[in-house]
């Protein structure tokens, strides 16, 4: 199954309130405490990066970044997809071409993660007939599909898996690199894109390196990077 059946323990009743409940809490204790910082906030951004990363609700990214509200400028969607430019004037596109315009961002990361849905989905697109949405819009994946079926001799779906999760990244790194607001920018220097795997089970991030071209465990002075050499 790509998307395997949830077995919720909670009626749909008990996980409002809980959300609700969460919400009070918020609101009553942990606004109060960081009253500044949401007064900073109130009328104006200034994210340190852009965080493009898959729907899966298993991925936090403030919480994996230790950042604060106001630091990340998160767009998700199932599989970490960003559309080539085009292709499609949907959410991804118009939130790169703001972020990197209206907002100056300089850094975007693009981050996908283990055990990914939308990953097994590629691999089994049989399992998306009642989907067609999800189908449609994961044939932005099947460059990567097609890169680990032509050249990975890999033995077992964990490996085609992580193998085919890291190909995505790279893939929609590529995408991103059609954008022209990201194009014209990566010329000349003044921003910086990253390709990032998230493990859910043991918390490690690996990074795509472009100059080694591969991917390095993000736990070095050293940050791997994926941006080009900059010509202007
Ligand atoms: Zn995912």
Same mark, same amino acid.
């Given at each position: 199954m790509p998307f395997k059946d949830q077995t919720h323990t909670e009626s749909a009743e008990e996980a409002l309130k809980h959300i609700v409940d969460g919400f009070r809490h918020f609101h009553q204790e942990v606004f109060p405490e960081q009253q500044a910082l949401f007064k900073k906030l109130a009328t104006a951004q200034t994210p340190r990066a852009m965080f493009i990363t898959c729907a899966?609700?298993? !991925?936090?990214p403030e919480l994996i970044t230790n950042s604060s509200p106001g630091d990340l400028f998160v767009t998700r969607n199932v599989g970490n997809v960003v559309p080539p430019y085009g292709q499609m004037n949907g959410g991804v596109s118009t939130a790169i071409e703001y972020a990197v315009?209206?907002?100056? !961002?300089?850094h975007i990361i693009v981050c996908g993660h283990s055990d990914c849905g939308a990953m097994r989905a590629v691999l089994n697109p049989d399992s998306l007939e009642k989907m067609p949405t999800v189908k449609a819009w994961l044939r932005h994946a099947e460059v990567a599909k097609t890169v680990v079926h032509d050249n990975c001799s890999c033995g077992t779906e964990v490996e085609t898996m992580g193998v085919l999760t890291e190909e995505n990244v790279i893939a929609q790194l590529q995408h991103l690199r059609t954008h022209p607001s990201v194009a014209s920018r990566l010329a000349s220097g003044q921003l910086f894109i990253h390709g990032w795997v998230y493990n859910i089970e043991t918390s490690e991030i690996k990074a795509y390196d472009a100059s080694e071209d591969r991917f390095l465990p993000l736990d070095g002075a050293q940050v791997p990077s994926a941006t080009p050499k900059g010509r202007f």
């Open positions: 899966d609700s298993r !991925i936090s315009t209206a907002l100056g !961002i300089k």
